[in-house]
């Protein structure tokens, strides 16, 4: 009976020396003096925080055109008119951006795989793969979503769908699934090549190989990436104001015309930014959860 | 009638675009058999290990596997590459996974086994080894002898009929290189046919029953540990011997 | 830690949104006082000649209008060096061609040299900060919600919201608004007519809203929406030259308030040079000739109630 090996609190020194310790700190770095230096390096960062962003509030407010600037764009009462009216439009922002990312996601891998596919066999797929890719992140996302929604119905083909959301999402989808299949690309290859061959070595096929040690690793390795496209498409959705559907900034641009006012930009942007940052906290969460487990596993 | 050699190569010939790294190479491995793989880096040890279960075609030569030419036409590349287990130096187990699942996929996706069975198996195997107590932690958990101790038992457990071992401990940190070393000693001891490339001279004494010196492509010298370790023939195997002492690893 | 930071700084930012207004400078309205002299004047060109150094560009007037400039509030075509598409505004034709040309003049400005036009988009119209031009003149109509952020004239034109549409569709014979029920009805962004629609039409379906009307007519003709809300003026344009057998199916409300006015900088002292411009032009019959001139044709249209 072999016994117990090094104790589970051992680090790895990887090749090189490097260290990693158990628990990497991915956390916020603009903090990390802090910790090193105690109280007294507290007491200067917040001294300075103030005096910087107080010179700053106070430039702006003395600034002569600022009474115009709040009046235009911090207006309180078109604020709260038209808080509910955008929010309520956002409603179809969501549907949107949501659908076309589940579609994006799986079509975008699709695409990325095709890719990576070897053999001489697949090479038709592989110029489609790529010509895919050149094609539809040259073409401007606007002008995509512009020929879907009015040329499509204008073919007058029976069965073809007018639907403005629908055309709107089928292109977001076309585009996105462009840039999303590049991060997957740049996973997939980043996975280190023992991987692969560590699984074919036990007899894994190709197709096996990639679903379930290549495509996993390479997914995790990308969230962030993959977030960054997400948050794009969520604001691309208000493409679909150029075909004549009103969604949240549609209706910020009516409420603002009417008005005269830009304040209902503002309150959009607010609900925006409410919506994303709780999304970059969970995808750092995610990558910190599995960047502990995928990195410090590397050399033996 | 001589039962077919576990292993046989036949004048094997391997080149990485222009580099010719193996010349002609010829080995036998009886069942059962242990052969030491020592030479220098570059000599092309690893190179001969990942042609022999074809995660590098052949240029020129041939293999058998139990009587089975593997580099023939038409060959199902991954039936016989579950037929040979391999570990390497470092990257071995898959992070995203448990050890048990690390242990249980090859069984189940490429072998068909039930995951009933194939868990069975794997703890079985971990239990065997002293790893049962990891069984549901991630390979970061676990330090890099543990580490390679599951990539051997998870070659074991697609049950294959040679191993091969490429420097499974020059990467660990010396005091973890033992209990991977025993993990080997009583693979042997239980009758695995394998072949090791190693460092560890002490160990391929101990454990091989034959050693083959790779120098420049080919087997310039093969015999038993005695011979090569006290008497070798060819100065080449003289002068790396005499380097390995130096570098204090025997 | 991180939460003390975020509170600071989010903290002074919203303090900063909050704090009290310095006063503002200007009043609201129609009217505006200013001026040199403290009788009022009498003529318009009185009125431009006392608030000399209130004008953007001094001894040239300079309006804003937006690019392309459409028929029929602007017509003669293009020439070459002017930015401005489809029509050339410095020709002074087609309504608030013929409009500006007589203000300036009025004002003591000799058109088109002295004279300048800018191209000016709707939300730079109305954007916080000193503007490009003395007024702009793009069909703006005015509305009480907008009359913080700029000064308006008196009216200019009282519009008349209509309903064009192509033979065929389904709203092409209505009579009443109750026939536009289920209709899925368009208009430009940023216009009344968009309100129309809303407030008084209230359609089943949502109203598709574009950002150009080359759009609206695309999917008019696609059978995506049934008929467009625009001006009455603009509805004669579209059906006669952009709509493929296209129809003013008819007008809403022969009794609206609605008034296309110029806009100003708040507190510019101009628009009461302008006020006096457009009281002697309705007073001698020269809008209403104006009118004939250019929109004559463009005002029969039965009513739907």
Same mark, same amino acid.
């Given at each position: 009976?072999?016994?117990?090996?090094?104790?589970?609190?051992?680090?790895?020194?990887?090749?090189?020396?490097?260290?990693?310790?158990?628990?990497?700190?991915?956390?916020?770095?603009?903090?990390?003096?802090?910790?090193?230096?105690?109280?007294?390096?507290?007491?200067?960062?917040?001294?300075?925080?103030?005096?910087?962003?107080?010179?700053?509030?106070?430039?702006?407010?003395?600034?002569?055109?600022?009474?115009?600037?709040?009046?235009?764009?911090?207006?309180?009462?078109?604020?709260?008119?038209?808080?509910?009216?955008?929010?309520?439009?956002?409603?179809?922002?969501?549907?949107?951006?949501?659908?076309?990312?589940?579609?994006?996601?799986?079509?975008?891998?699709?695409?990325?795989?095709?890719?990576?596919?070897?053999?001489?066999?697949?090479?038709?797929?592989?110029?489609?793969?790529?010509?895919?890719?050149?094609?539809?992140?040259?073409?401007?996302?606007?002008?995509?979503?512009?020929?879907?929604?009015?040329?499509?119905?204008?073919?007058?083909?029976?069965?073809?769908?007018?639907?403005?959301?629908?055309?709107?999402?089928?292109?977001?989808?076309?585009?996105?699934?462009?840039?999303?299949?590049?991060?997957?690309?740049?996973?997939?290859?980043?996975?280190?090549?023992?991987?692969?061959?560590?699984?074919?070595?036990?007899?894994?096929?190709?197709?096996?190989?990639?679903?379930?040690?290549?495509?996993?690793?390479?997914?995790?390795?990308?969230?962030?990436?993959?977030?960054?496209?997400?948050?794009?498409?969520?604001?691309?959705?208000?493409?679909?104001?150029?075909?004549?559907?009103?969604?949240?900034?549609?209706?910020?641009?009516?409420?603002?015309?009417?008005?005269?006012?830009?304040?209902?930009?503002?309150?959009?942007?607010?609900?925006?930014?409410?919506?994303?940052?709780?999304?970059?906290?969970?995808?750092?969460?995610?990558?910190?959860?599995?960047?502990?487990?995928?990195?410090?596993?590397?050399?033996? | 009638?001589?039962?077919?050699?576990?292993?046989?190569?036949?004048?094997?010939?391997?080149?990485?675009?222009?580099?010719?790294?193996?010349?002609?190479?010829?080995?036998?491995?009886?069942?059962?058999?242990?052969?030491?793989?020592?030479?220098?880096?570059?000599?092309?040890?690893?190179?001969?290990?990942?042609?022999?279960?074809?995660?590098?075609?052949?240029?020129?030569?041939?293999?058998?596997?139990?009587?089975?030419?593997?580099?023939?036409?038409?060959?199902?590349?991954?039936?016989?590459?579950?037929?040979?287990?391999?570990?390497?130096?470092?990257?071995?187990?898959?992070?995203?996974?448990?050890?048990?699942?690390?242990?249980?996929?090859?069984?189940?996706?490429?072998?068909?086994?039930?995951?009933?069975?194939?868990?069975?198996?794997?703890?079985?195997?971990?239990?065997?080894?002293?790893?049962?107590?990891?069984?549901?932690?991630?390979?970061?958990?676990?330090?890099?002898?543990?580490?390679?101790?599951?990539?051997?038992?998870?070659?074991?457990?697609?049950?294959?009929?040679?191993?091969?071992?490429?420097?499974?401990?020059?990467?660990?940190?010396?005091?973890?290189?033992?209990?991977?070393?025993?993990?080997?000693?009583?693979?042997?001891?239980?009758?695995?046919?394998?072949?090791?490339?190693?460092?560890?001279?002490?160990?391929?004494?101990?454990?091989?029953?034959?050693?083959?010196?790779?120098?420049?492509?080919?087997?310039?010298?093969?015999?038993?540990?005695?011979?090569?370790?006290?008497?070798?023939?060819?100065?080449?195997?003289?002068?790396?011997?005499?380097?390995?002492?130096?570098?204090?690893?025997? | 830690?991180?939460?003390?930071?975020?509170?600071?700084?989010?903290?002074?930012?919203?303090? +900063?949104? @909050? /704090?009290?207004?310095?006063?503002?400078?200007?009043?609201?309205? *129609? =009217?505006? $006082?200013? &001026? #040199? %002299?403290?009788?009022?004047?009498?003529?318009? +060109?009185? @009125? /431009?000649?006392?608030?000399?150094?209130?004008?953007?560009?001094? *001894? =040239?007037? $300079?309006? &804003? #209008? %937006?690019?392309?400039?459409?028929?029929?509030?602007?017509?003669?075509?293009?020439?070459?060096?002017?930015?401005?598409?489809?029509?050339?505004?410095?020709?002074?034709?087609?309504?608030?061609?013929?409009?500006?040309?007589?203000?300036?003049?009025?004002?003591?400005?000799?058109?088109?040299?002295?004279?300048?036009?800018?191209?000016?988009?709707?939300?730079?119209?109305?954007?916080?900060?000193?503007?490009?031009?003395?007024?702009?003149?793009?069909?703006?109509?005015?509305?009480?919600?907008?009359?913080?952020?700029?000064?308006?004239?008196?009216?200019?034109?009282?519009?008349?919201?209509?309903?064009?549409?192509?033979?065929?569709?389904?709203?092409?014979?209505?009579?009443?608004?109750?026939?536009?029920?289920?209709?899925?009805?368009?208009?430009?962004?940023?216009?009344?007519?968009?309100?129309?629609?809303?407030?008084?039409?209230?359609?089943?379906?949502?109203?598709?809203?574009?950002?150009?009307?080359?759009?609206?007519?695309?999917?008019?003709?696609?059978?995506?929406?049934?008929?467009?809300?625009?001006?009455?003026?603009?509805?004669?344009?579209?059906?006669?030259?952009?709509?493929?057998?296209?129809?003013?199916?008819?007008?809403?409300?022969?009794?609206?308030?609605?008034?296309?006015?110029?806009?100003?900088?708040?507190?510019?002292?101009?628009?009461?040079?302008?006020?006096?411009?457009?009281?002697?032009?309705?007073?001698?019959?020269?809008?209403?000739?104006?009118?004939?001139?250019?929109?004559?044709?463009?005002?029969?249209?039965?009513?739907?109630?």
């Amino acid at each position: 009976m072999i016994g117990g090996g090094g104790s589970p609190e051992k680090y790895q020194t990887l090749p090189g020396g490097s260290y990693t310790p158990p628990n990497g700190d991915r956390g916020s770095k603009i903090l990390a003096p802090l910790k090193a230096e105690g109280a007294r390096g507290v007491t200067i960062a917040v001294a300075s925080t103030v005096v910087v962003f107080g010179l700053l509030v106070f430039a702006i407010l003395n600034s002569s055109g600022w009474p115009q600037i709040k009046e235009a764009f911090f207006d309180p009462e078109v604020f709260w008119d038209s808080l509910g009216k955008i929010m309520a439009r956002f409603g179809r922002n969501v549907f949107i951006f949501v659908v076309a990312e589940v579609f994006v996601l799986i079509l975008a891998l699709i695409i990325a795989v095709t890719r990576s596919l070897r053999g001489p066999v697949f090479t038709p797929l592989r110029i489609l793969a790529a010509a895919y890719t050149d094609l539809f992140r040259a073409v401007p996302t606007i002008l995509v979503i512009l020929l879907f929604g009015f040329g499509a119905p204008a073919l007058q083909i029976k069965g073809v769908p007018h639907s403005d959301l629908f055309w709107a999402i089928v292109a977001l989808v076309l585009v996105y699934s462009a840039y999303v299949a590049e991060v997957y690309r740049a996973g997939i290859q980043s996975v280190h090549p023992s991987q692969v061959a560590s699984a074919r070595a036990l007899g894994l096929s190709r197709g096996k190989t990639m679903r379930f040690v290549v495509v996993p690793q390479a997914v995790r390795r990308v969230l962030p990436p993959l977030l960054n496209d997400f948050i794009g498409l969520q604001k691309d959705s208000a493409l679909i104001a150029v075909l004549g559907y009103t969604e949240a900034l549609r209706e910020a641009q009516i409420i603002s015309a009417a008005n005269f006012d830009f304040t209902p930009f503002v309150a959009l942007a607010l609900i925006y930014i409410v919506i994303t940052i709780p999304e970059a906290r969970f995808v750092d969460w995610l990558v910190a959860r599995d960047q502990r487990r995928l990195q410090a596993v590397g050399g033996v | 009638m001589a039962p077919a050699a576990a292993l046989r190569i036949e004048d094997l010939h391997k080149s990485f675009d222009q580099l010719e790294v193996l010349r002609g190479i010829d080995l036998e491995v009886d069942e059962h058999e242990v052969v030491g793989l020592i030479g220098a880096s570059g000599s092309g040890k690893s190179t001969l290990l990942r042609c022999i279960n074809l995660l590098e075609p052949v240029n020129a030569g041939r293999v058998f596997i139990e009587g089975d030419e593997i580099t023939a036409r038409g060959v199902d590349v991954n039936r016989i590459r579950q037929r040979v287990g391999i570990v390497f130096q470092a990257f071995n187990l898959f992070p995203h996974m448990s050890v048990l699942r690390n242990v249980t996929l090859g069984p189940i996706e490429a072998l068909g086994a039930s995951k009933a069975d194939a868990e069975a198996l794997a703890t079985d195997l971990l239990e065997r080894f002293g790893l049962a107590d990891k069984r549901d932690d991630y390979p970061d958990r676990l330090s890099g002898g543990q580490q390679q101790r599951v990539a051997i038992v998870r070659a074991l457990a697609m049950k294959p009929d040679v191993m091969l071992l490429d420097e499974v401990t020059s990467a660990l940190d010396p005091e973890l290189v033992a209990e991977v070393l025993n993990v080997i000693r009583e693979l042997a001891a239980g009758g695995m046919t394998m072949v090791i490339a190693t460092h560890e001279m002490g160990f391929a004494r101990d454990i091989a029953h034959r050693i083959c010196f790779l120098d420049e492509g080919v087997i310039l010298e093969e015999g038993t540990p005695e011979q090569i370790f006290s008497q070798p023939r060819q100065e080449r195997t003289q002068r790396f011997l005499e380097s390995i002492i130096e570098a204090g690893r025997m | 830690m991180r939460k003390v930071f975020a509170f600071l700084v989010v903290g002074s930012l919203l303090f +900063a949104a @909050c /704090a009290e207004d310095n006063p503002t400078i200007g009043g609201t309205g *129609g =009217t505006a $006082t200013g &001026g #040199t %002299g403290s009788t009022t004047p009498a003529t318009a +060109a009185d @009125c /431009a000649a006392a608030d000399a150094d209130a004008f953007k560009s001094s *001894g =040239t007037l $300079t309006i &804003g #209008t %937006g690019n392309p400039a459409f028929p029929p509030w602007w017509e003669g075509g293009t020439s070459d060096g002017s930015e401005f598409e489809f029509n050339d505004p410095a020709k002074g034709e087609g309504y608030e061609g013929a409009v500006a040309a007589e203000v300036a003049t009025r004002m003591g400005f000799s058109f088109p040299d002295q004279v300048t036009f800018v191209p000016v988009s709707f939300n730079k119209s109305f954007a916080p900060g000193p503007k490009d031009f003395d007024f702009v003149l793009q069909q703006i109509s005015y509305k009480p919600e907008r009359d913080d952020a700029v000064d308006f004239s008196d009216s200019y034109y009282n519009v008349n919201q209509a309903l064009v549409s192509a033979e065929g569709t389904s709203v092409a014979d209505a009579t009443t608004i109750a026939d536009l029920k289920d209709a899925k009805l368009g208009a430009p962004i940023g216009t009344t007519s968009l309100d129309v629609i809303t407030q008084q039409i209230q359609p089943t379906q949502d109203p598709a809203v574009y950002d150009d009307l080359a759009q609206a007519v695309t999917d008019l003709q696609n059978g995506d929406i049934d008929g467009i809300v625009v001006d009455l003026p603009t509805a004669f344009f579209m059906a006669a030259v952009q709509i493929k057998h296209g129809i003013v199916v008819g007008q809403f409300g022969a009794e609206s308030d609605e008034y296309f006015a110029m806009a100003f900088e708040t507190g510019s002292p101009l628009v009461q040079c302008v006020n006096l411009a457009l009281a002697e032009m309705k007073a001698d019959g020269t809008l209403d000739a104006i009118e004939q001139q250019w929109l004559a044709d463009k005002t029969n249209a039965p009513v739907l109630d």
